[in-house]
């Protein structure tokens, strides 16, 4: 017997809706890239003039008039202190959202830890800021004032309740039969967890962080607080650093058009490292779940 004797074939007027409320999808998926590829296409226009050679390998001189030297040193602070606030907001969030959801669940102390996760989302980046300098800034926590690992606290702080509400909603979405199939077999709840759940949810866990990450390399007000500004290059987490939001915040408002231009510059900078990242996390979360 045939396929087409079984299956009814599908009306005018169902092809028609179907057509129209593609269309439909289409064309507002198509007003909201507009303003998107507006930005990257003004971002380009501005930030491209600036790259050069010696706009990644030189620090800045923070003259005013003649030669205004590059980025190197923003560049160089930002991945160090988002490296560090990533090594610790990264554990710390997955972990809270693996208890809320396999072990806490639904109890009281579970509930008043979602509570207060919801509170650090909805607090302005600027507070924990305020936080890092009134505890460790003003008190010389460490034997220096300003300090790239207090910038590196302030980011943790901010990316935490981004990663746990993430990786919460991500491992609710692992089924239930999976848990349960590797219980029946006599599996510890522990390794239930990190072997099943935690595997099948990488990718998503991935995204969460990554979403964690690109907000804390974008953000200006917790560093200006706690890193203060520096033109130097430096590698010492215990000393004041640069990084590329407070770069692009300096020049940004100059009356000097090549530091206007570095900032442009510096931005467009950002947002390629950002998508580099996100392309490599990318790839691994692929190959590890591949594997």
Do not use: C, H
């Not at 959801?101 to 650090?120: C, H, L, W």
């Not at 746990?164 to 199939?181: C, D, H, I, K, W």
């Not at 000393?239 to 407070?246: F, G, W």
């Amino acid at each position: 017997m045939s396929t087409t004797a079984i299956l009814p074939t599908i009306s005018k007027r169902r092809r028609r809706s179907d057509m129209i409320a593609r269309g439909t999808l289409g064309f507002f998926t198509a007003i909201a890239l507009v303003p998107l590829g507006l930005i990257i296409y003004y971002l380009l226009s501005k930030g491209l003039g600036a790259w050069s050679w010696d706009f990644f390998t030189t620090d800045p001189t923070g003259s005013f008039l003649g030669t205004q030297g590059g980025i190197k040193s923003a560049i160089l602070g930002t991945l160090e202190m988002v490296a560090l606030a990533t090594i610790i907001a990264v554990p710390i969030g997955i972990g809270v959202a693996i208890y809320l959801v396999e072990f806490g669940q639904t109890s009281r102390f579970a509930s008043i830890v979602r509570y207060f996760v919801d509170v650090m989302t909805g607090v302005p980046s600027i507070v924990f800021g305020l936080f890092i300098y009134t505890t460790l800034v003003v008190a010389g926590t460490g034997g220096s004032s300003f300090a790239g690992w207090k910038g590196s606290l302030a980011l943790a702080l901010l990316m935490l309740p981004v990663i746990t509400r993430s990786g919460e909603v991500v491992l609710q979405l692992v089924p239930q039969s999976l848990r349960e199939a590797a219980l029946a077999l006599g599996t510890p709840r522990w390794v239930v967890t990190m072997k099943v759940v935690v595997r099948t949810a990488i990718p998503g866990l991935v995204t969460g962080s990554l979403l964690a990450v690109a907000r804390a390399m974008g953000e200006t007000a917790p560093l200006l607080f706690t890193v203060a500004v520096v033109n130097g290059t430096t590698f010492n987490l215990n000393e004041r650093m640069n990084s590329l939001p407070i770069q692009i915040f300096q020049d940004v408002g100059q009356a000097n058009d090549q530091l206007v231009e570095r900032a442009w510059g510096a931005a467009l900078t950002l947002v390629v490292l950002i998508l580099i990242l996100t392309l490599v996390a990318r790839l691994i979360s692929r190959r590890s779940q591949f594997s």
